[in-house]
């Protein structure tokens, strides 16, 4: 039976799940490919459903595989055997039991009502952005960032995927506002805060209100919560920090084209000056690595971050023959 075929379930959730399931599969044809593509653009309701059965494997994705094999097995009437088991297998027993499995593990936020608006924004190196949704809510975007927002009857969504977002949220107490960045899920209602999704994970600080901060799976969530002044770190391990008093103002300074180091180490400053560059800067010169750095930077003048490093650490700079820039000790 193919995805096609008429004679398949016409249950728009299966049509999606079945969908999913062939993407993952690895052994997705070209052809197949542009179809699945086709449905989901077809109707808003095959794109959001599609992006709800995607929501719950991605969650499935941390289950450990016992918790797995036993819904999958009750669904069925069987005790969970001990076979090999893998997520493609699992899929397609997704595809089968799909509406008890999503019972099972969808989380609660992850329950979306009808796609009330959509809206995909980026930003490029050098670039900035603003832009303000439909409710009233402003976003704060940095350089190199994309996101996606999406709203329901009784909630919006925002996926960071990468970048820096600065976030002024038009309170709402029946719709609540997430903000998803890798694992990391922000809750608020009505506040001010940013967040940074790059390589190293996602950190959060809140310049007014509230937020609450999750990460990790979901039957062990790490949770904080956030005032005025406080920020948290997720690490790429979904390891979530202590909450620490932060200078919102100075993390937030990127808004006013400012970069600002209090006592960061070189190390630090070398790769936060680089994600506003053409070409990235590299410290060739360890034993500075913890020399301490204090000042003020304008990132919309590149050449002229550049050229004040040398006036506050004991370092020049070269040009390589590829065309970035190496930082040596003077």
Known sequence: MTLDDPDSPNDLRQHAVRWLTRMHSGEATHEEVDACTAWRRADPEHERMYRSVEFVWQASRHLPEKKLRA???????????????????????????????????????????RLEYQHTASTRLGERREITLPDGSVLNLNVDTHLEVAFYESQRV?????????????????????????????RVTGTRFNVRHDTGGVRVGVESGSVNVSAGPWWDKSRRDLIAGQNVAIGADEQVSEVTTASIGNITAWREGKIVFDNAPLAQVVEEMSRYLPRPIQLDAPHLRDFRVAGVFN????????????????????QLPDGRISVRAR
């Open 71 to 113: 819904i999958l097995a009750r669904e069925e009437g069987t005790s969970p055997k001990p076979k090999s088991f893998s997520r493609r297998a699992f899929g397609w027993g997704l595809a089968g039991t799909c509406a008890a499995v999503v019972a099972a593990v969808a989380m609660p936020q992850l329950r979306s009502s």
């Open 158 to 186: 925002i996926a960071l995927t990468r970048g820096e977002a600065f976030f002024s949220v038009k309170h709402d107490p029946g719709r609540v506002f997430l903000v998803k960045a890798g694992d990391a899920v922000v």
């Open 299 to 318: 990132i919309d003048n590149p050449q002229s971050m550049m050229t004040a490093l040398p006036a506050i650490a004991p370092v020049q700079l070269s």
